[in-house]
């Protein structure tokens, strides 16, 4: 009755009812365009003999965001996306799904959603906007423009996090590169409706391509490409929905035999349209199989095993993607760092550090805050070897998890990224460069050593090294924590933000909720 009301006919309700989640808005470059991607994959889903309801899911731009508290939300977005999706397909009782996403939180959100239902899904991404870079550096903001539709044209968070879904076999060949305004774009969404069929027909859903080999053919990717180290707060969440373990010493142990192949924007030269021109992600892939470092059984939303799928890849620009052989980099582009600031690990990209940062030791210049931090930096009141300290901005501090954007562009403006580092319980864009640790665990607001330091303390890593430490005897660090008491939020924040702050977990965990 219902359907009717909405013009469907009884043809259409015997046929398998599939969703078209669709994040498209007006806010984001990388979700303007999405009503096309989503009509392919809606022309997919009838053609292989589906019945398509579209439905929306929330957006939030991390660029808009940067240097105000609106970032206290992108994070806490992915939640809020994959249990949308989760209601919507609960209530509804439909059958499948199509993932239509673009940018940083909505990929990981939507994938988790997929793996709590687990019901046929498959992910398609808007693709990346076509790069222009500058013709003279500009220190300080990033290094090209904003050219129109698609995600922004780097390695960051969102096109990471498209190589995750295809590395992961969620996606179709091509999701992570091919550019947004190309016809290819359009045609693989199409291909992807199509494909969903194919998985309902055999019964496939992500409980059978999320296994543990395919986390470690992910994780092995995303070293190799030199990835956000956003990607590993999603993996971790992600893995977390299927019920499969992974932490910190995984991402750690694969990234020190994992060589990095690729030098991709923020770091290097190298966009996601010379990905694409270069063989794509699974020319990547195959180059990693060479040497045995994928499971090339793990089954993908193809049908077909992973081998299978990049049989036939081939790089054909070496300078884009480095043979095996003769990698950037023997270690991955992510590195995870211990000691006794940070006694559950805290993450840096190892590959966009300069080679003089990679030892450091300095004093510490605290702050709770990010503004206030950012308000030293542009006062000149950071000295060269200095190391900044931002804490209290973790899930539970921020709250939300907030990215440090405006305190690296800012060290980076003032001619300070060779000499200067920062530390923090928050944490980084994909489109960070330099000596920027973040992730400390355990957060400032859960009493990790972090909350304890004091201006002036000796900070002291080696990146190589994978440590992380305060230069203090463990016995002051045991009294300044016995005598410290977690502080009010440093801003005000609404309801959701209260309750994200009350049920997030640690960084080291991927920021999932917990009931406590």
């Not at 990033?142 to 590395?167: I, Q």
């Not at 760092?337 to 690990?345: D, F, K, T, V, W």
């Not at 006062?379 to 305190?407: C, H, L, Q």
Request: aromatic residues 4%.
């Amino acid at each position: 009755m219902f359907f009717e009301a909405m013009g469907r006919t009884k043809e259409e309700m015997e046929k398998p009812m599939v969703a078209i989640v669709n994040s498209q808005n007006e806010l984001v470059p990388g979700h303007i365009h999405l009503n096309e991607i989503a009509t392919s994959a809606r022309e997919g889903v009838i053609s292989a003999g589906g019945t398509p309801f579209e439905f929306p899911a929330i957006a939030i731009c991390d660029g808009i965001t940067i240097g105000h508290a609106g970032m206290c939300y992108p994070l806490p977005s992915r939640e809020l996306i994959a249990d949308s999706i989760e209601a919507m397909m609960e209530a509804h009782c439909l059958d499948a799904m199509v993932l239509v996403t673009g940018c940083d939180k909505i990929t990981p959100g939507m994938m988790m959603a997929a793996a709590r239902l687990d019901i046929p899904a498959i992910i398609i991404n808007g693709g990346p906007m076509l790069a222009s870079t500058f013709a003279q550096e500009r220190p300080g903001t990033l290094p090209f423009a904003l050219t129109g539709c698609g995600a922004c044209p780097g390695l960051f968070t969102a096109n990471s996090m498209a190589c995750m879904a295809e590395a992961l076999g969620l996606a179709l060949p091509g999701n992570s590169c091919i550019p947004a305004v190309f016809g290819l774009r359009r045609a693989l969404a199409k291909r992807s409706g199509v494909t969903l069929m194919n998985l309902c027909e055999k019964g496939i859903t992500p409980s059978k391509i999320l296994t543990r080999q395919a986390f470690e053919n992910a994780i092995r990717v995303d070293m190799a490409i030199g990835g956000s180290s956003n990607t590993i707060l999603h993996l971790m969440a992600l893995a977390h929905e299927v019920g499969t373990e992974i932490d910190l010493a995984l991402f750690d142990r694969l990234s020190r035999t994992t060589p990095r192949l690729c030098d991709f924007s923020p770091a290097g030269p190298y966009y996601m349209q010379d990905l694409y021109e270069a063989g794509g992600l699974g020319a990547v892939m195959k180059e990693l199989s060479k040497k045995g470092l994928l499971h090339l059984d793990a089954l993908t939303v193809s049908g077909e095993p992973l081998g299978k799928v990049i049989e036939d890849a081939q790089s054909t620009r070496e300078e884009v993607i480095r043979p095996i052989d003769n990698p950037y980099d023997k270690e991955g582009g992510l590195a995870i760092l211990y000691g006794n600031l940070a006694p559950e690990g805290a993450v840096v990209k190892q590959a966009a550090v300069r080679p003089e940062m990679l030892r450091h030791s300095g004093p510490a210049r605290v702050f709770d805050i990010e503004e206030e931090a950012v308000e030293a930096i542009a006062s000149g009141k950071i000295n060269k070897g200095d190391v900044v300290v931002i804490r209290y901005e973790g899930p539970k501090g921020g709250p939300g998890f907030r990215e440090m954007v405006t305190a690296t562009l800012m060290i980076v403006g003032m001619g300070l990224e060779g000499d200067v580092a920062l530390v923090t319980d928050g944490r980084f864009s994909g489109a960070t460069s330099g000596a920027c640790i973040g992730h400390v665990s355990p957060e400032a607001m859960l009493g990790g050593p972090i909350a304890i330091v004091k201006e002036g303390d000796i900070i002291e890593f080696d990146i190589p090294q994978k440590t992380l430490s305060l230069r203090l005897p463990q016995k002051e660090i045991e009294k300044r924590l016995s005598q410290w008491s977690p502080p009010p939020l440093k801003r005000e924040v609404k309801s959701y933000l209260k309750r994200y702050s009350a049920l997030a977990t640690s960084a080291s965990t991927g920021a999932v909720l917990r009931i406590p």
